[in-house]
């Protein structure tokens, strides 16, 4: 019996204490999993799926720019390649999911996934992604999650 007390305790306590910290985004009423903030600038710095691993060059800098009015635009070296607007959801399983609304859609059958991309240089965008922040790092995982999932790692500007 007092076991099931301890079991009890404990798994509030790790409810409690080790989750992630959701706050309000921006009076919408939407969940979102924040430490530093999702909005501003952000540099691409490397991406991996699996064995294959991307870093970012020098004399290619991508940014990614996310706006409190859900807006984006994505450059390189400054010049705007892709921009149009995004959305924010979360998920059943309280994943925090960024969706870019004028990207390719997913097609998802019942033995395959083909992901809605936009590649710009060495980084491919991802049409959903879970979106993870710690202190001054963005991090993108591509959605829906599948053993081949693509992480993406920005720096903030």
């Known amino acids: 019996m007092h076991m099931r007390y301890i079991v009890l305790i404990l798994t509030i306590l790790t409810l409690n204490y080790g989750c992630k910290k959701n706050i309000k985004d921006g009076g919408k ?11 501003g600038e952000w540099k691409w710095t490397s991406s991996n799926s699996g064995l294959y691993t991307s870093v970012a060059v020098p004399d290619s800098i991508i940014t990614l720019a996310l706006n409190p009015a859900d807006t984006y635009a994505i450059e390189v070296n400054g010049q705007v390649v892709k921009k149009g607007t995004f959305s924010i959801t979360i998920n059943n399983y309280l994943d925090t999911i960024l969706h870019f609304n004028n990207f390719p859609p997913t097609d998802q059958t019942s033995n395959s996934i083909r992901f809605g991309t936009y590649s710009v240089g060495r980084q491919t965008f991802f049409v959903d992604n879970v979106v ?15 053993p081949e999932a693509y992480n993406s790692v920005f720096a903030k500007r």
Request: cysteine-free; overall charge negative; hydrophobic content about 40%.
């Open 29 to 39: 009423g939407v969940l979102v999993n924040d430490s530093s903030g999702i909005f």
């Open 132 to 146: 993870n922040t710690y202190n001054d790092t963005l991090q993108f995982l591509s959605f829906p999650i599948s």
